[in-house]
């Protein structure tokens, strides 16, 4: 049982002030502006998985999960799925977990690996006895709210002169690519 508590490997190195600061700053700047476009479009932009996503944006910004194609394209992959099982299967204990599951393969599959969109499914699925989620749920908001993430991390990091994005949305290939 004590084997978990040690590891071979050696804790990461301490963010320095400057990560500590972008982090804090791009993450209370992209949830001000998340609840700033909800409060004057009246259009709902903001989800409890995009706080997480702010982690992976701004604390861990050159792995392959805060990359933009993995963060637009994983929330929306995942939310449809969550919706597509609400609205055929309702809510049960075996419907929640499919479509946590089907979230996961449909993201791996698409390359598009984002870990807070795993808890989408979840969201709808879990509050919707609470909440009447049509399929706008995946424009406002999944897509709209996603895109905004990237575009406050993409003005965060050209600031703090970090580099990112490692690689963007992936829907065109150049010639060398193909």
Do not use: D
């Amino acid at each position: 049982m004590f084997f978990i508590f040690h590891g071979k490997e050696k804790v990461p190195a301490k963010s320095s002030n400057k990560e500590i600061m972008v982090g804090f700053l791009g993450g209370m700047m992209s949830i001000l502006c998340l609840l700033f476009i909800t409060k004057l479009s009246g259009h709902l932009l903001i989800m409890a998985p995009f706080g997480a996503s702010c982690v992976l944006l701004y604390a861990v910004p050159q792995s392959p999960l805060a990359q933009p194609r993995n963060i637009i394209f994983g929330h929306f992959i995942s939310a449809t799925i969550g919706l597509i099982f609400l609205h055929l299967f309702g809510t049960s204990i075996l419907s929640i977990a499919c479509a946590v599951g089907l979230s996961i393969a449909c993201m791996q599959f698409f390359q598009c690996i984002h870990p807070p969109a795993g808890a989408n499914p979840l969201v709808i699925l879990l509050t919707a006895h609470e909440i009447t989620y049509h399929w706008s749920f995946l424009f406002f908001p999944v897509l709209l709210g996603s895109i905004i993430l990237v575009m406050v991390a993409y003005a965060t990091h050209r600031i703090s002169k970090t580099q990112w994005p490692n690689y963007g949305l992936g829907l065109f290939k150049t010639p060398s690519q193909k």
